[in-house]
């Protein structure tokens, strides 16, 4: 059996099983909310997460977003187009299609500046799109480099669907959500958070407390480059040794 003909099996497996059906609704009603709120802020002119620091460098990137005008609206229409598609049962893999490249991108975003607002939402999200995608896979599977049936075959859906939970899938979801989580909490040394005060709070007990007061004072205070505080407290000593 070819690559193509395995994955078209498991997608029909899928696709019987009421749970799987249930799971993917769930999704789109999820990532159409998560855009429709995100889009009418800029499509009200307003500028988004606007209670973070423009000296953050997430709150640099939104400000200077937030300026650019026409952009910024046109981005907002984007994701309420995306988030409208998503929900109609016709327009779902092309709502998804549009819905990845934006979610992956303020995924990548999130993590480059250490935005602990969408650390965990946004790699959940691309997850959740890139599910919706798997799920249309006999839309969608034309444009991938595999061999196909010159004539492909019509994909009937099942009248009787499978009852059995997925222990398995919903496993993975389950380990997927936790390693997420447990990389926000120890995949970086040190984050900027949203305040001053939560960034100093991560330096509590360690002895590192001056020169994560540093850090903070050049994130929160300063507004310098995330690249460049780091690299001064890479630079600072520990805290002195009190001698009784």
Not at 3 to 10: C, E, N, V, Y
Not at 123 to 147: G, H, S, T
Request: hydrophobic share 45%; charged share 15%.
């Amino acid at each position: 059996m070819s690559l193509s003909s395995k994955l078209d099996q498991i997608h029909l497996n899928v696709k019987a099983n009421r749970w799987h059906r249930y799971f993917a609704l769930i999704l789109r009603i999820f990532l159409a909310w998560g855009f429709i709120t995100a889009g009418i802020v800029k499509l009200m002119g307003e500028r988004f997460a606007s209670g973070l620091s423009v000296n953050h460098p997430m709150g640099q990137y939104l400000q200077a977003l937030y300026h650019t005008g026409y952009y910024y609206t046109f981005i907002g229409i984007i994701q309420v187009i995306a988030a409208i598609l998503l929900l109609i049962p016709r327009t779902v893999v092309l709502g998804a299609l549009l819905y990845f490249p934006i979610i992956l991108n303020i995924c990548i975003l999130s993590y480059a500046v250490r935005f602990e607002g969408s650390m965990l939402t946004s790699p959940l999200m691309v997850l959740a799109c890139f599910y919706l995608i798997c799920w249309n896979y006999d839309k969608v599977k034309y444009i991938l480099p595999l061999k196909h049936p010159a004539a492909p075959e019509t994909v009937v859906t099942p009248t009787n669907l499978d009852k059995s939970f997925p222990v398995k899938f919903f496993l993975g979801v389950a380990a997927s959500i936790i390693a997420i989580v447990m990389f926000i909490n120890y995949g970086f040394k040190i984050v900027p958070r949203n305040s001053s005060k939560d960034c100093n709070s991560q330096f509590v007990g360690t002895n590192r407390t001056q020169a994560g007061a540093q850090f903070c004072e050049c994130i929160h205070q300063q507004g310098l480059p995330l690249d460049s505080c780091i690299e001064q407290y890479d630079k600072a000593p520990n805290d002195p040794v009190l001698k009784n």
